[in-house]
C-alpha cells in the first residue's frame, strides 16, 4: 500500500525553464510533507518542507505547493539548472509518526 | 556545522554473518531514524529512536534491532544476514523527531551480501 505516490519516473526540462515535480498521498493524518535531493553515493540532502496549515512555500528557486483537499502536492524548481539534474524525493509525516514515507522519486535532468 | 556521520561507508559480508552499523547524529539532535533504500523497496523506514527509547519501527524481521546511546549515538545491528539484505542504509537525524522538522541524512552505509 504506497502512501506516498510519485507516478513520474523521469522528468527532463531544458535549463533556466521550470521543472514541477508531483506528489500524491492517501493518508490524511500525514501533516508535514518534505522534498529531498538525492545523488549517487550520496543521502539524501533536505530542500524545502511544508506544514498542512499551509499550501505553499519558498525558498530560493524552490517552491512546495500543497493542496490538501486533493491530496497532492508539487515541488518548483525555477530556473532550472544542471546542477540541479539529480533524484528527488518527496516524504510525508504525522504526528506522533516519528517516521518518514518516502515516494518512489522522479530522476530530473536539466539540459544545458 | 558537522552533517551525520555515518560508519563504515561500504561493508562486505557473507550471508548467516551478522553486521553492526554506526551513526553520530548532527550536534544537538536527538531523534536518530534508521532507513533502508534497495532498488524493489525505494526508501523504507527501520526504527526510530529518542532518548535512548525506540519510538517507532517499520515492518522489518526481528534479525534487525537497533539502539541508542546516552550521547544521541545510534547503532543498528542485522544477524543472520540474507542476500536480501543487500542494500544502502541511511541514518537520519532531527531535533526531537516528528513533525515541523526535517529530518537530515548520512551518506550512508553500503552492505552488500555474498
Known amino acids: 500500500d504506497q502512501q506516498v505516490k510519485q507516478n513520474s519516473p523521469s522528468l527532463s526540462v531544458q535549463e533556466g525553464r521550470i521543472s514541477i515535480l508531483n506528489c500524491d498521498y492517501t493518508?490524511?493524518?500525514?501533516?508535514?510533507f518534505l522534498w529531498y535531493k538525492k545523488y549517487p553515493a550520496e543521502g539524501p540532502t533536505f530542500l524545502i518542507s511544508?506544514?498542512?496549515?499551509?499550501d505553499k512555500n519558498e525558498d530560493g528557486r524552490f517552491t512546495v505547493f500543497l493542496n490538501k483537499s486533493a491530496k497532492h502536492l508539487s515541488l518548483h524548481i525555477v530556473p532550472s539548472q544542471p546542477g540541479d539534474s539529480a533524484v528527488y524525493f518527496c516524504?510525508?509525516?504525522?504526528?506522533?509518526?516519528?517516521?518518514?514515507?518516502f515516494g518512489s522519486g522522479t530522476r530530473l535532468l536539466v539540459r544545458p | 556545522k558537522a552533517g551525520v556521520t555515518q560508519t563504515p561507508r561500504y561493508l562486505i559480508k557473507t550471508r548467516g554473518q551478522q553486521v553492526t552499523l554506526s551513526c553520530s547524529p548532527i550536534?544537538?539532535?536527538?531523534?536518530v531514524s534508521w532507513y533502508q533504500q534497495t532498488p524493489g523497496q525505494g526508501l523504507q523506514f527501520l526504527f526510530e529512536?529518542?532518548?535512548?527509547?525506540?519510538?517507532n519501527k517499520g515492518n522489518f524481521p526481528g534479525r534487525f534491532s537497533g539502539r541508542q546511546f546516552s550521547n544521541s549515538r545510534s547503532e543498528m545491528n542485522v544477524s543472520t544476514l540474507e542476500l536480501g539484505d543487500s542494500a544502502l542504509y541511511l541514518c537520519?537525524?532531527?531535533?526531537?523527531?516528528?513533525?515541523?522538522?526535517?529530518?537530515?541524512f548520512g551518506d550512508g552505509t553500503r552492505l552488500s551480501i555474498l
Open positions: 537520519a537525524s532531527s531535533f526531537r523527531g516528528g513533525s515541523n522538522q526535517p529530518q537530515h
Open positions: 493518508n490524511s493524518m500525514f501533516d508535514y
Open positions: 511544508i506544514s498542512s496549515i499551509k
Open positions: 516524504a510525508a509525516t504525522g504526528v506522533s509518526s516519528y517516521k518518514l514515507i
Open positions: 550536534s544537538g539532535h536527538r531523534s
Open positions: 529512536y529518542f532518548s535512548e527509547t525506540q519510538r
